[in-house]
């Protein structure tokens, strides 16, 4: 079982930086498939805005490219996303994900942490 927390979000203007932490128990987080971070802003599905494979290779949603980076530490067996030149679009309740192996399935989640960009 894996269980994710997350921490990091705030209230900040736009074009400055947060920092989320997603702390991973459970699993270490190399032996985990996809770390993945979410977002779901009011009225609007989740969507994905950056995951990180075991082997290290990253993906990034077209609306964050550039700004976030999605990253790791094993020894602390965190994940964090950083962002930086945030927009008011931001604006959402941020998730950690971490999806299991197609042979071993397992998708769990934390509980979110806001993310508020005012203009």
């Known amino acids: 079982q894996v269980q994710l927390v997350e921490s990091g979000g705030g209230l900040v203007q736009a074009g400055e930086s947060l920092r989320l932490s997603c702390a991973v128990s459970?699993?270490?987080?190399?032996?985990?498939?996809?770390m993945n971070w979410y977002r779901q802003a009011p009225g609007k599905q989740r969507e994905l805005v950056a995951g990180i494979s075991r082997g290290g290779v990253t993906n990034y949603v077209d609306s964050v490219k550039g700004r976030f980076t999605i990253s790791r530490e094993n020894a602390k067996n965190t994940v964090y996303l950083q962002m930086n030149s945030l927009k008011p679009e931001d604006t959402a309740v941020y998730y950690c994900?971490?999806?299991?192996?197609?042979?071993?399935?397992?998708?769990?989640w934390g509980q979110g942490t806001q993310v508020t960009v005012s203009s």
């Open positions: 994900n971490a999806r299991g192996d197609p042979w071993n399935p397992y998708d769990s």
């Open positions: 459970g699993r270490g987080i190399l032996s985990i498939n996809l």
